[in-house]
């Protein structure tokens, strides 16, 4: 089914230690994100690519970095993992047709650093 | 991007319709209101949007105030399915190359519970 995929749907990290999050879809959006959601909260941008080639910072972007490797491709790096980036982390990639402006979110990925 | 208020939780009884109400005074003109839910540990899912008319589709429909300063969103016959977390979010259309281009802004929604 066309979507947004992410890999790994789990992880367990040490504090220190980096990690790449996965994230691609197949439905020729220009726009993706990734989002944070801790518990008990809504979700928080972290970093958005509004088109191939460009990225921008959301609202939490501090001890992450982001690569839009294609149109498809939307990856997050945690480069020194935290235990405060224990969090679901949710990708979406999103179109936009006159008003509507609906965006698809992957299945998200439970990270855990302890 | 207005901001929204919603209450943070509600119950609904299987079958009957969920009202879910949603503040926002402050919505410009050119703002569009959407709404969207997340099920327990999925990604959030469109529902609906609207600018001034009231909107209706297979899974709700959308009444937004004549003054646009608040709007609610209408699950005709909820089950048990529909237990979920209720965003509703207000923002202008897209602007590609604008500082706020694509972002949509979560808040903490409302919890909707169905129960038998």
């Known amino acids: 089914n066309a979507g947004v995929t992410q890999t790994p749907k789990f992880q367990v990290l040490k504090t220190g230690q980096s990690m790449t999050l996965q994230c691609a879809q197949d439905m020729n959006h220009n726009s993706m994100y990734w989002y944070r959601q801790d518990p008990g909260m809504g979700l928080r941008l972290i970093y958005y690519?509004?088109?191939?080639?460009?990225?921008d910072k959301g609202e939490v972007p501090n001890g992450y970095n982001v690569s839009r490797l294609n149109k498809r491709e939307f990856s997050l790096r945690l480069e020194s993992a935290a235990p405060s980036q224990t969090s679901v982390y949710f990708c979406?990639?999103?179109?936009?047709?006159?008003?509507?402006?609906?965006?698809?979110f992957g299945s998200g990925t439970r990270l855990t650093v302890v | 991007d207005a901001k929204t208020t919603q209450p943070p939780s509600m119950d609904c009884a299987e079958g009957r319709a969920a009202n879910l109400p949603c503040n926002h005074s402050t919505i410009s003109g050119n703002e569009y209101v959407y709404w969207y839910r997340q099920i327990h540990s999925q990604g959030p899912q469109y529902i609906i949007h609207g600018l001034k008319n009231n909107e209706t589709n297979e899974m709700a429909s959308l009444i937004i105030t004549e003054d646009r300063k608040s709007s609610t969103l209408i699950l005709p016959h909820a089950t048990l399915r529909d237990t979920a977390v209720y965003y509703c979010i207000v923002r202008a259309p897209t602007n590609a190359g604008g500082t706020s281009y694509g972002k949509l802004t979560f808040g903490q929604g409302t919890i909707l519970t169905v129960h038998p």
């Open positions: 690519s509004a088109s191939e080639g460009t990225t």
């Open positions: 979406a990639s999103s179109e936009a047709r006159g008003s509507y402006y609906g965006y698809t």
